[in-house]
Structures are given as structure tokens and as C-alpha cells.
């Protein structure tokens, strides 16, 4: 058997660290046989109280993440046009076919993609990270409202009034900037919650679990409750320039009529947001600074969280969070917060939910080190399907990758090399594979038995 620990070793902590005119630059290409996840549609529709959804929505769409109020409501009148401003991104026509599809589907939202940016009200292009970084350090991708292009957003014209959020009254075009040399599954996910946001709900929210318009960052493509948010917002009775106290008074009828789960249940007893734990888990998350200053940040932030009433989903990313930045310098510790955090969002989310796999995915590293073998591939076994579900490529490549170490470790030659062969197909797809390193070793073990055909993973 062919033996590739050191890049074994490496997806893993990948998997471990991830929670002139810049558009000429070229996007990185995408190779042909590259594994995409397959076109799915989501379930419709979210058991939890209408009487919830409906300060959701108004959360979402009548404020922004610094604090801003939003005046009135704000969506696209008619059909909305997209279009893929960079030729490089046409790599990415599968992924942007379906999420269209899904959002005339499962949001019901006159959507298509066109070819002429002269129709289009949504445009999409592709810059440079670094680039984006000097803009807004620490972002993968953003929107901005007003504007068709890079240079109408950064000449010294543009007027301030046309490209910030708060300023709009409605919504006519919009940009959309994502990385042209980044991985595909951030560009992906880019293309997911942009996209989302460009047709009106700006806001993102840490208290809300299932979501992408959360900064945590866990949920790679449009849930169902962001489905149910755009739907709601393209509901015919809500039109743009809507003040919140008259969208406040039609969300009844309209989640009563489009989410048939949450009629009748009791508003929840809810941790409202918190300025001050956002402030400080930002800064246990932020690699730019030092260890222990993401320390004392992440102590200050499971401070703040332990205190909410009721408990919810930040008290397990703020133990988490805890256990990434101390799991070189002290492994002990960091295993205490990661299992905390994996007992709370069990008990909080379930076993299923992406969170509770990612914290699965640093116990099962864990375990594996420790030689733990059974562990490892109990906790594989059972989150390999939630990542997969979810679409995280780093996740799921991890897991797969532990599987194999843990296969081989028993003896089972053939199955560990299906799950490498696997594992490798899918780190192509979450970490990109610019010098082929990837591609090689998926060639090397898949040849090293001519017998075995590499089998559909999708």
C-alpha cells in the first residue's frame, strides 16, 4: 500500500485552521475531472415558531452587521438578471445553474441568468484576494450596492449615497466581488451568500443557527431557513420601500401561509444578539493577532456566552474557537474545549448539524494522533454524512482522510484506499490544487491497483 501520511497530515491541518485593472487578472482554472457536489433540491419550509421567523426577517432585512437601520425594505421589482462579468468564472456555470435553480425553486424568485450586462441587475466578477483584502481586510467577498463593475465602485466619483446599503431606497443593480484566486469551495461558497445578500436581507446575525448570513461562517450554500427568508422577502404582499412597521404587520399572513411548520408555536425564549461577544469572538477568530491575544478574547467571549439566557449555538463556537487556537501549543487543553463543544452542540443542534461535524473532525484528529483508532473511525462514520450533506469539501476530505489512516491502521487495505482515493478527490475541491501535488497522489493510489476502478463518490 502506498503510504502518504505527510499529505494525510497536511489536509489535516488544513481542516483544522479553516472555520492595472484587478479584473483582467486571470481566475484560477479549474481542472475538467474536478468532483463537484451533486445538484440537489432542499426541503422546503422551517419547524420553529412563525412568531421567530417573522423578528428573523425584520432583523435581517432593516439593519446591518455595524449597527445600521435599514429605512424601509429593500428588493429587486421584476425579473432579476444575473450575469458573470469575468470569463474566467464560467468554470463556476454549474454551481451558479443550480443555486439559480434552487432559488426559483425553493424561494420563488423570478431569477435567471443572462449574457447581456446591459439587462443584468446582479453582476458578478472576479478579483484578486489581496485586493479584496485592502478593501475589507479580512473578507473573502462582498456586494455593493449601485454599481456594475470594480472601477465604478473605486473611482474617486463614486458617490457615497450609491454604494452604501443604508443610503438605498431600492434595489436596481448590485456587484458582486469574489476571489479570483482563491479555492473552489470559497468561491462557491461566495457565490451562495452573496448572492443571497444581493437580493435584500444585508443583515448577518451570529444568534441564528442555520443560516449563511452568519458570520461563523459554518454553512456553505442557502439553507432552508435562508430559502424561507427570500421567499418571504419576494412574497407579493411586501414591496420595496416598505417601512418595518408595515412589513411587521403582513409577516403573519405570509409565514402562516408559505410555512405551514410554524403555525401555531409559541415565540421562543431567545439570547438576543450581543455587540460585546461578537466583538470579542471576532478577535479569538482573528489570525492576524497574537495567540494570547485570541486568547484572553476567546476567555472574555465564553465569558459572555455561559451568561445568555437561554444557552444557544455561540457558547459551542466560543469553546471551539478556543480549542483551534490552543491546539498546537496545548493539546490537552484545547481536547477538554473541543469536547465541551461537541457535547453542546449535540445536545443544542444535534449530530447531524455542520457544527457538530466540524468539532467531530478535530476529536477524530485527536484520536487518530493519540492512536485511538476505533474512536477515530466511529466519529468519521458518523459525520462523513452531515458534511457531505452540508457540501463542506473540508470537512468532508478530512473525515474521509482520517477513515483511511484508520482503515489501514486495522488492515484494511481496500477500503482505506477508497476513502483516500475519495478523500483526495474532495481536498481538490476544498483546498484547490494549483501545483497538481493533489492530482498526482489521487493518480498514484488509484493506479496502484489497475484492477479497481475509481467509483462515483458524488
Known amino acids: 500500500m502506498i503510504q502518504l501520511r505527510n499529505l494525510m497530515a497536511g489536509l489535516a491541518v488544513m481542516a483544522l485552521c479553516a472555520c492595472g485593472d484587478p479584473i483582467s487578472r486571470a481566475v484560477t482554472p479549474l481542472p475538467d475531472d474536478l468532483l463537484r457536489f451533486n445538484e440537489k433540491l432542499q426541503p422546503r419550509g422551517v419547524s420553529r415558531s412563525n412568531l421567530d421567523l417573522a423578528e428573523d426577517f425584520l432583523d435581517l432585512t432593516f439593519a446591518l452587521e455595524n449597527g445600521d437601520i435599514l429605512p424601509s425594505l429593500l428588493k429587486y421589482d421584476g425579473t432579476v438578471h444575473v450575469v458573470l462579468r469575468s470569463a474566467g468564472l464560467s468554470a463556476y456555470q454549474p454551481e451558479l445553474t443550480t443555486l439559480i435553480k434552487r432559488l426559483r425553486s425553493e424561494a420563488g424568485i423570478d431569477i435567471v441568468q443572462t449574457t ?20 475589507f481586510p479580512g473578507a473573502a467577498c462582498f456586494i455593493v450596492p449601485g454599481v456594475r463593475s470594480w472601477n ?13 446599503w443604508s443610503r438605498q431606497s431600492s434595489l436596481t443593480v448590485t456587484s458582486i466581488f469574489v476571489p479570483a484566486d482563491s479555492t473552489p469551495q470559497d468561491t462557491r461558497d461566495c457565490l451562495h451568500e452573496e448572492l443571497g445578500q444581493a437580493l435584500g436581507p444585508a443583515n448577518d446575525l451570529y444568534r441564528i443557527p442555520d443560516t449563511v448570513f452568519n458570520d461563523d461562517n459554518f454553512h456553505s450554500i442557502l439553507t432552508p431557513f435562508d430559502m424561507l427568508m427570500l421567499r418571504t422577502l419576494y412574497d407579493k404582499s411586501l414591496s420595496s420601500g416598505m417601512s418595518r412597521a408595515e412589513v411587521a404587520v403582513r409577516l403573519p399572513s405570509i409565514l402562516s401561509r408559505i410555512n405551514p411548520p410554524g403555525r401555531g408555536q409559541p415565540a421562543s425564549n431567545r439570547a438576543p444578539e450581543s455587540r460585546a461577544w461578537k466583538g470579542a469572538i471576532e478577535t479569538a477568530l482573528n489570525r492576524r493577532k497574537s495567540r494570547q491575544t485570541r486568547i484572553r478574547a476567546g476567555e472574555r467571549a465564553l465569558s459572555l456566552a455561559s451568561t445568555m439566557e437561554p444557552s444557544d449555538h455561540r457558547l459551542g463556537l466560543t469553546l471551539l474557537t478556543l480549542g483551534r487556537v490552543q491546539a498546537r501549543t496545548d493539546p490537552d487543553t484545547s481536547a477538554e474545549f473541543f469536547s465541551a463543544a461537541y457535547k453542546q452542540f449535540s445536545a443544542q443542534l444535534g449530530p447531524q448539524d455542520i457544527r457538530t461535524t ?9 484520536a487518530l494522533k493519540d492512536g485511538r483508532f476505533e474512536v477515530a473511525l466511529q466519529l468519521a462514520n458518523r459525520h462523513i454524512p452531515s458534511a457531505r450533506n452540508a457540501e463542506n469539501a473540508v470537512v468532508l476530505s478530512g473525515l474521509l482522510a482520517i477513515k483511511a489512516e484508520t482503515l489501514l ?3 484494511d487495505i481496500g477500503n482505506a484506499r477508497r476513502a483516500r482515493i475519495e478523500s483526495l478527490a474532495w481536498a481538490r475541491y476544498a483546498f484547490g490544487d494549483s501545483d497538481g501535488d493533489i492530482a498526482r497522489a489521487q493518480a498514484e493510489i488509484a493506479a496502484f491497483n489497475p484492477n479497481e476502478q475509481r467509483r462515483s463518490v458524488q
Open 116 to 135: 447581456d450586462p446591459s439587462k443584468a441587475q446582479v453582476h458578478i466578477h472576479a478579483v484578486p484576494r489581496q485586493t479584496i483584502s485592502r478593501v
Open 152 to 164: 465604478e465602485f473605486r473611482s474617486p466619483r463614486a458617490d457615497p449615497n450609491v454604494i452604501m
Open 409 to 411: 491502521a486495522s488492515g
Open 358 to 366: 466540524h468539532v467531530a473532525l478535530h476529536l477524530a484528529l485527536f
